[in-house]
């Protein structure tokens, strides 16, 4: 009797035969494919933090230039040019108290388009400036704007993203900002002051135009009861082959869980409270690092420091590594994790800050100080250090210092703390809490980069840096004894292990 074809051997009668797993190459292709949607409307939404990071920086070659007008009325002294370099930040706080109603209110995606309005009217206000009032005006509305992106660009981001991809591009956020200020160092390598405000105008126009075209987050919009347009947009996300059916059911049981208002009395439960309480402490640690003075004025401690390069190009060559770090730590999130990068990068920021530290106090000064913010009174202080020569390899340590701090920050305390707070917030007071946790950074970056200058002038820039070494050691402390690993969960599992306590859902 003649053997069935289904059971018979060998590659003529293998009916069916199984398909060999996909290689990893097969696997990230068809993960782009099934992704791109997503990734184009990230790169929509970041758009507005590549202008928060090129109004951040847009001080630091802007200041010495201004310094140095002809024009009495642009003429900065030094304490017009602490304020020109600080209003940002009161801007930024200000931002973020706003995104608390805007983010649940507008929506994140429409919140997001609302910031190129101050952004677009500071960029203008700066370019034709002919008086200090008007840039101050102008630099306090492109911090309003950043605020503003800096709450609701991460929450959206993380809303969109499928938990494979949250990761890297949760880090996308921070890589735009520093790609952004990697641009404003670039472009003032070339370009008068006034026309770096003009070219900063591009990016926010291409953020409104692809953003018009993109849907809002699916979670906001069940939030709000348009649970058909909600699906929609999540299918339009996922692609058209993707089954949806699944993820939209358990956003949806999420969402309608937590539909009525948060009152005062679950505001005090441990799973509201204690996720809210690690992202405030995150934000208020990253910036005690020191990395919005570090930034605000990095040409102008170039300038008071024995440095081999000239100024500028070290700070170029800073933002270009600012840039390369990132992207490291985007393409390691979800491989390492999160609490790995977070131990490295608070690591690496104390020994850059140490080292900087120990420089200034005993290393060499420089041959030709530069009056840039006073700042050369610090680095000089109550110490008998050796003249450097402009070829000695010692001059090289602020900036490889420098390079070592801004790739510990960019790989972990930089992005990992934007993301972690969208990742680890409860829905229901997302909106309101990523607000504050920006007011709270913003605050606490003004109070640093203000009073950055009265500390130099009073006890030496190596004081700072001592200070913010002594603040790494913390950050380490608190990554080991309070942050969860999020990686690869997804916004549900993380939420539910705040509300459980079961660790089994974050490993």
């Keep these: 009797m003649q053997e069935p074809l289904l059971g018979a051997e060998g590659r003529d009668y293998d009916t069916f035969p199984e398909k060999p797993p996909p290689s990893p190459g097969e696997r990230t292709r068809v993960g782009v494919l099934q992704n791109k949607r997503v990734f184009l409307a990230t790169f929509a939404a970041v758009l507005g933090n590549f ?21 009495p009325n642009l003429n900065l002294t030094k304490t017009q040019a602490s304020w020109f370099g600080s209003v940002f930040t009161l801007g930024a706080a200000a931002g973020g108290l706003s995104a608390m109603v805007l983010n649940d209110l507008l929506g994140r995606k429409l919140s997001i388009m609302f910031s190129a309005v101050p952004s677009a009217a500071g960029y203008a206000l700066m370019a034709g400036a002919h008086g200090l009032w008007m840039l101050l005006l102008g630099r306090m509305l492109t911090g309003f704007a950043g605020g503003l992106t800096a ?32 641009s404003l160092y670039a472009l003032g390598l070339l370009l008068p002051w006034r026309w770096l405000a003009v070219a900063g105008e591009g990016p926010v126009l291409v953020m409104v ?71 405030l402490l995150m934000r208020f640690l990253q910036q005690l690092t020191g990395i919005t003075p570090i930034l605000v004025y990095l040409q102008s401690i170039f300038d008071s420091t024995a440095v081999l390069l000239p100024p500028k190009d070290d700070a170029a060559i800073v933002g270009a590594v600012r840039l390369l770090s990132v992207l490291i730590a985007a393409l390691t999130m979800d491989l390492a994790g999160r609490k790995v990068l977070l131990f490295v990068s608070a690591a690496g920021m104390f020994a850059a800050n140490l080292t900087l530290g120990l420089y200034v106090h005993f290393g060499p000064k420089s041959l030709a100080p ?34 070592l701090f801004i790739m510990g920050y960019a790989m972990g305390w930089g992005p990992i703390t934007w993301l972690l707070m969208s990742e680890i917030l409860p829905l229901r007071a997302r909106g309101v809490a990523s607000g504050l946790c920006v007011l709270v950074s913003w605050l606490t970056a003004f109070a640093l980069t203000k009073s950055f200058l009265l500390v130099t002038n009073a006890f030496g820039l190596q004081a700072p840096f001592f200070f913010f070494a002594a603040v790494c050691l913390v950050n380490l402390a608190f990554t080991g004894c309070c942050v969860p690993e999020t990686k690869g969960r997804s916004l549900e599992q993380i939420e539910s292990f705040f509300r459980t306590g079961r660790r089994s859902f974050l490993r």
């Design 51 to 71: 202008s928060f990071g090129y109004a951040l920086v847009y001080t630091s070659p802007v200041i010495p230039a201004l310094e140095q007008s002809s024009d």
């Design 151 to 182: 709450a609701c660009i991460p929450v959206y981001v993380s809303e969109i993203a499928p938990p494979s991809v949250r990761g890297a591009l949760g880090a996308t956020p921070q890589l735009m900002a520093v790609f952004g200020s990697l």
């Design 209 to 279: 135009l692809l953003l018009s075209c993109m849907p809002n987050s699916p979670r906001f919009l069940l939030s709000k009861g348009r649970d058909t347009e909600a699906l929609q947009a999540l299918a339009w996300l996922r692609g058209a082959d993707a089954d949806t059916r699944g993820e939209f059911e358990q956003i949806q049981d999420t969402v309608q869980r937590q539909s009525s208002p948060l009152s005062w009395a679950e505001a005090r439960d441990p799973h509201m409270y204690r996720p809210v309480v690690i992202a």
């Design 370 to 403: 530069n009056s840039t913010v006073g700042l050369e009174h610090a680095a000089l202080a109550g110490t008998e250090q050796p003249l450097a020569t402009p070829t000695s390899y010692l001059t090289l340590v602020p900036l490889l210092a420098t390079m």
